[in-house]
């Protein structure tokens, strides 16, 4: 039975280049245009002024009420990533950083190596979570394509550029440090090191270039400190944009809002590292494809900061893991309800009631990525994966496209 058969109306719609491409960047497109039309792309103020700040050697981490509302975040590196963006006016400056973030994310995906079938059904499923993602101007998508780019980069044996994006990424929003979860997969380990080490010290250095050494270094105990208090705030938040991840889901449902996030965190990371007992099959195509779904989903899913726009990052992660199941409707039906309860949750499809009275209030967004979650390290830990013979004897530098089984 072949892949049309198989997946019906969404093999159908996958097939079209066009409609792919349409989708991913038209919505991605009308949902940053509808915000900046309104004047509403705060975080785009926000992210503009580090680059400004930094040349001027202001602060990093307080507020500028005159300028935006809330805070910076990101590590002092991000000036240079802003900088392209910065000098041009600041609506065309929105567009085009969303712009680029979706374009980043799209090439990541593509640069996968699954069939360009697979691909497209990916890139299909999750353009409508783009498309509110986009609206927020934050840096997920680039942070989703960076832990992307790291997996494919490692099992190509580019260790150079794989440790590129691990340092970008954790520099930034800290998030990219999940890469590191595909170390074990690299043919030349040391060299992924030394590249690490080597990447660290020129990210490190490289906003030194327009302000100053010691204004830098005093940057990163302020974002330490900034980054300690906001998980402190949003543990004991009220708030309904924060901690929409699997602690701030049981606090909600369960009315425990007293509940320290790692009563969570601290069995998530014990099961995170069973999934290395099965390291003998780190050649396996499939093994490593699971280990990048729970890597990509783990920092959303178990970070106090997960806002719904972090989940672009956790819902690729989905996507592939659905491409590599057989296609039974138990399968289908449960990727239907996944991609509803993410994507939809937070629009307006499912009311506006229901958004501010049931998917907003109890987190509803992490419900089934906890649950696929955990199914992913029960596939692994009881390697489920191998569901066909496909263990490479030695390290290759380019893997197969895996098909649809």
Same mark, same amino acid.
């Given at each position: ?27 991605? /497109? %009308? +949902? *940053? @245009? ?5 004047? =509403? ?6 992210? $503009?002024?580090? #680059? &400004? ?88 998508? /680039? %942070? +989703? *394509? @960076? ?5 494919? =980069? ?6 150079? $550029?794989?440790? #590129? &994006? ?51 270094i005093q940057c990163y105990f302020d974002w330490y400190a900034a980054l300690v208090h906001k998980n402190e705030l949003n ?135 906890l649950v696929l979650w955990l199914v992913i390290v029960y596939q692994i830990y009881t390697r489920k994966y191998l569901l066909k013979k496909d263990v490479s004897p030695a390290p290759v530098k ?8």
């Open positions: 039975m072949d892949m049309r058969e198989k997946r019906n109306v969404l093999t159908y719609l996958a097939e079209k280049e066009w409609l792919i491409m349409s989708l991913w960047f038209g919505l991605s /497109f %009308i +949902g *940053a @245009f509808m915000e900046v039309s309104r004047n =509403n792309f705060n975080n785009y103020r926000i992210f $503009r002024d580090v #680059f &400004f700040h930094v040349i001027h050697q202001q602060p990093l981490y307080i507020p500028y009420p005159a300028d935006y509302y809330d805070v910076n975040l990101y590590g002092p590196v991000f000036s240079i990533v802003i900088a392209p963006f910065a000098g041009l006016e600041i609506h065309l400056g929105a567009m085009l950083w969303s712009l680029t973030g979706s374009a980043v994310l799209f090439y990541a995906i593509r640069q996968l190596p699954l069939l360009r079938l697979q691909q497209n059904i990916i890139l299909l499923l999750c353009s409508m979570e783009l498309m509110g993602a986009s609206s927020w101007f934050q840096m997920n998508q /680039f %942070i +989703g *394509a @960076f832990v992307i780019l790291t997996f494919t =980069n490692t099992i190509k044996g580019k260790e150079h $550029r794989a440790a #590129f &994006f691990i340092v970008l990424g954790t520099l930034t929003k800290f998030y990219g440090i999940v890469g590191l979860a595909f170390f074990f997969f690299s043919p030349n380990p040391r060299r992924f090191i030394g590249y690490l080490f080597l990447w660290g010290a020129v990210m490190f250095a490289l906003p030194m270039v327009i302000s100053s050494p010691q204004y830098i543990e004991g938040a009220n708030t309904l944009f924060q901690d929409i991840s699997a602690g701030g889901f049981i606090k909600r449902v369960f009315h425990l809002p007293g509940m320290s996030n790692n009563v969570v965190l601290i069995p998530a990371v014990v099961l995170f590292f069973l999934q290395y007992t099965r390291l003998k099959d780190r050649y396996n195509s499939r093994y490593r494809f699971y280990i990048l779904c729970s890597t990509l989903i783990f920092p959303v899913l178990f970070s106090t900061s997960s806002e719904s726009p972090t989940y672009i990052i956790a819902i690729p992660a989905v996507c592939i893991w659905y491409v590599l199941q057989p296609s039974t409707r138990q399968n289908n039906i449960f990727m239907f309800f996944v991609i509803f309860l993410i994507s939809f949750s937070h629009s307006d499809i499912l009311t506006p009631w229901v958004r501010k009275n049931i998917s907003m209030p109890y987190a509803v967004k992490a419900l089934p990525c380019d893997l197969e496209p895996v098909p649809v089984l």
